[in-house]
């Protein structure tokens, strides 16, 4: 039968994506130059061409979506019912049902459009009739707009399905909830499968490989099943019963004696006896986990009674294969998946029950018969009645007595376990070094600097003044600590010197809260608007006094702020070094005059002024040595111009390249 890899399903892009793929395909692949001095015949080819082109895209693309997604009749019956468990086999046709009808319609557009497009007049009406058929093609596909975004879903989830090949050999486990399928699986296959102590941790179907006698097995993990009636059963559940009835497996049903999943033996033998249809002429193992907390012999009458009716009921599928009673030993087993006891001999139990009733079916079918007649068995006969055992060199014997008694090599694993794990074992580098005396392996390296050795350097006794030294620390720290903790208690002082020292806090005090306002107001605090300062108290004198008590001349301050309450002038004010120049000149010069007109601009520093601290002797050597900064960097200016490095693209749209169409040949150029 046909297999699918879902993996390779094309995207299904949205409806307006769709219409945005095709319709600018069609502008970049057809003709857009046209005119209405172009004989008629040429319009009709040039807008048929557009209408042809437009639903060939739409048909191309609509058949892949269409032959990408499987056809649930045409694959394996496993495939088929997990789909329609998933996603609803209807409601999956209904939606391929409509790209398909969708692909009809757009067909038949085209068709009656290019039809009516050969009757077409004039440019106007070839123009109108193409711009009608587009959107009607477009309309069509937002139309099925639900459709596509439906099977996007679809498609994103089949590709994250496990890729499970419903021919080859197979091994199923089952059972209720947390009864350890996860755990086995985790230690006889590769694979990863979540585990935890509550129930349905597995949601899907999970599948892990592993091998037995050079045979690749392919181990599916089912989740958990329920006992109650089908139509109950949700879509988790549902997955493994559609695992169990059509794929082809030995199955492994597992059963949690010790009862810690929260299911006594009697539900998990009523799950069994409900599901025991679907093990029909499969290979049945039960399988009773968990016996380090629960030994099978340790079972009540009742509870080991119940177990054998599940053991006779599995051994009715052994006779089924043969025709006859066989050994039941392969049929009832235990282990302990936590302790990892007897996981290997249930593996190699199911893969040996598999692998025999495989041999079974194909030695039963026709087709043995064409095979079988292409094999030979030779067998020799013997020439005479000697014996010849099979002889092994002496050398062979020695070299493996040798190797029995070595015994096995420890591994950096085996060290790390018996140190104590991970975290606390840490691998010498140093022990597989090749020198002449294993003694020398674990000494120190030597530190080399400049030359010399270090170790050559160090005091024999720097052991003992480090911890002189420490110890003169701690003193000196626990003595500074002391110190800091000291607070002057007044019962020590005279009387003269508690009133200096109540004298100095206070002014200590005095300082902080000044400290203080001066912070939260420094430079911000505006004027104070007479209505706020209805007493007066906030005057020139008052800041005259204030100043002359700090040593500093209050007369310009005093004036400054005369001036300001006069008013703004209507002109600009002269400048304080002007002002004995301006009294003189009569009429103001040209540069007095610009100054005047721009009022609202405050006065800059001239270039040349020299302010303190920028090391020039005078304006004319500032002025040199500016000049001198402009000439030298001119050159590296011109240098600094645009090149090919820079991130910068000179011409955003060549001419060369953006002129005209490309043709059927190169696509390098236009």
Same mark, same amino acid.
């Given at each position: ?12 892009? /949205? ?67 997990? $789909? ?157 019963? /559609? ?52 030994? $099978? ?374």
């Amino acid at each position: 039968m046909v297999q699918y890899n879902f993996k390779k399903i094309t995207v299904v892009p /949205t409806g307006k994506d769709f219409i945005d793929i095709i319709l600018s395909r069609t502008q970049r692949q057809t003709p857009t130059v046209v005119h209405k001095g172009y004989a008629i015949s040429r319009l009709h080819q040039f807008y048929m061409r557009k209408v042809k082109y437009t639903e060939t895209n739409f048909h191309d693309k609509l058949s892949t979506i269409i032959d990408d997604f499987p056809r649930l009749d045409d694959i394996h019956p496993f495939y088929g019912d997990l $789909l329609h468990v998933l996603y609803n086999k209807d409601h999956y046709k209904l939606a391929l049902g409509q790209i398909n009808t969708a692909r009809n319609l757009i067909g038949k557009i085209a068709k009656d459009y290019v039809r009516l497009l050969k009757y077409g007049d004039s440019l106007y009406r070839c123009k109108a009739l193409k711009v009608a058929a587009l959107g009607r093609m477009c309309t069509v596909i937002k139309r099925v707009c639900p459709s596509l975004a439906y099977l996007e879903q679809i498609r994103q989830h089949m590709a994250r399905l496990p890729s499970i090949d419903p021919n080859t050999r197979t091994i199923l486990i089952c059972g209720y909830p947390n009864v350890g399928k996860s755990s086995f699986i985790n230690k006889i296959t590769k694979a990863d499968v979540d585990v935890q102590p509550y129930a349905f941790t597995t949601k899907s179907l999970f599948v892990g490989h592993t091998d037995y006698k050079y045979l690749r097995y392919q181990v599916i993990d089912t989740p958990g099943i329920l006992d109650r009636p089908f139509e109950d059963r949700n879509i988790i559940e549902m997955c493994s019963i /559609t695992a169990l009835a059509h794929l082809r497996a030995a199955v492994l049903f597992f059963l949690d004696i010790s009862g810690s999943c929260g299911y006594s033996i009697a539900q998990q033998a009523a799950l069994f006896h409900s599901i025991k249809s679907l093990f029909m002429n499969k290979p049945l193992i039960i399988v009773c986990n968990k016996t380090d907390l629960q030994p $099978l012999e340790g079972l009540s009458e009742d509870d080991m009674k119940l177990v054998m009716e599940m053991k006779s009921e599995a051994m009715k599928t052994v006779v089924g294969q043969d025709g006859e009673a066989t050994n039941d030993d392969g049929v009832l087993l235990t282990m302990s998946a936590l302790m990892e006891d007897g996981v290997t001999a249930v593996k190699n139990a199911a893969c040996e029950r598999l692998l025999n009733q495989r041999v079974e079916v194909k030695m039963k079918s026709k087709k043995i018969n064409d095979c079988l007649n292409r094999f030979h068995v030779a067998i020799p006969k013997p020439r005479d009645q000697k014996e010849r055992p099979p002889c092994i060199p002496q050398e062979v014997l020695e070299a493996k007595a040798k190797a029995a008694e070595k015994g096995k090599r420890k591994l950096e694993r085996d060290l790390e376990n018996e140190i104590g794990g991970a975290g606390v074992y840490s691998a010498s580098l140093k022990k597989h070094y090749i020198l002449a005396n294993d003694e020398w392996k674990e000494d120190i390296m030597p530190e080399i600097f400049e030359g010399h050795n270090v170790y050559d350097f160090m005091d024999p006794d720097g052991d003992f003044l480090l911890e002189a030294l420490e110890r003169e620390e701690e003193i000196r720290l626990e003595q500074k600590g002391k110190d800091d903790d000291f607070e002057m208690d007044c019962k020590e002082l005279s009387l003269e010197e508690q009133e200096a020292l109540a004298e100095i806090r206070k002014k200590k005090k005095m300082l902080i809260q000044e400290h203080r306002i001066k912070k939260s107001t420094a430079e911000s605090r505006p004027i104070v608007p007479r209505k706020f300062d209805k007493e007066r108290k906030f005057t020139s004198h008052r800041m005259g006094r204030e100043l002359s008590a700090l040593g500093l001349d209050p007369s310009s301050s005093i004036n400054r702020a005369r001036s300001v309450t006069r008013g703004r002038k209507r002109g600009r004010s002269v400048a304080r070094g002007d002002e004995a120049t301006a009294m003189d000149v009569d009429q103001p010069s040209k540069k007095q005059r610009m100054r005047s007109l721009s009022r609202a601009r405050s006065l800059s520093r001239p270039p040349g002024e020299v302010v303190p601290g920028e090391g020039f002797k005078d304006s004319k050597q500032k002025i040199a040595a500016l000049n001198i900064a402009r000439k030298s960097t001119k050159q590296r200016n011109k240098n600094a111009c645009r090149g090919e490095s820079d991130r910068v693209i000179p011409t955003l749209k060549p001419k060369h390249l953006f002129s005209g169409k490309r043709g059927k040949g190169k696509t390098d150029r236009r």
